[in-house]
C-alpha cells in the first residue's frame, strides 16, 4: 500500500484533476499570504502541495516558506471539474481545480491567502 501510494503521488500530472482522483498530489504556485497577528509573511513566488489521498474529500495544504500548513479540509465538487472547501462564506473559502488555487481562510485568528496555478 505504502509504495502504490508513493507511486500515485508521483505520478499526477498538471492536467490531473482533484475532483475526478482518488489520489491526488500537485503543486500550485503564486502570491502567498499569512497573517497570525505577531507574524507576517508574504510571498510572491511561494508554493502549496496539495493532496488528496483516498476517496474521501478532504484535502491538506503544504505551504512553503514557513507558512503552517492546512490539513484536514472538506471539500465538495462543484460543476465538473471544481472542489469547493464545506462552509465556503464570502470571507472564508478555499477553491481548487486542475489549474487553479484560491484560498482566503481564517481560522482562530489566524488567516491564509493563496492565488495560484500549476
Known amino acids: 500500500m505504502l509504495i502504490f501510494s508513493v507511486f500515485a503521488l508521483s ?3 498538471r492536467d490531473d484533476d482533484p ?9 500550485y504556485r503564486g502570491t502567498l499570504t ?19 489521498i483516498g476517496s474521501a474529500t478532504k ?7 514557513g507558512i503552517p500548513d492546512i490539513n484536514g479540509i472538506e471539500f465538495q465538487k462543484e460543476g465538473d471539474n471544481t472542489m469547493v472547501m ?6 472564508s473559502y478555499i477553491r481548487i481545480d486542475n489549474k487553479d488555487l484560491k ?5 482562530n485568528g489566524k488567516t ?3 492565488n495560484a496555478n500549476r
Open 11 to 13: 505520478s499526477c500530472s
Open 19 to 27: 475532483s475526478d482522483n482518488d489520489f491526488f498530489a500537485g503543486t
Open 34 to 52: 499569512y497573517d497570525d497577528g505577531t507574524t507576517s509573511i508574504t510571498k510572491e513566488n511561494g508554493s502549496v502541495f496539495v493532496t488528496k
Open 59 to 65: 484535502y491538506n495544504f503544504r505551504f512553503s516558506d
Open 86 to 91: 464545506l462552509g465556503s462564506t464570502a470571507t
Open 103 to 107: 484560498i482566503f481562510y481564517s481560522n
Open 112 to 114: 491564509w491567502t493563496a
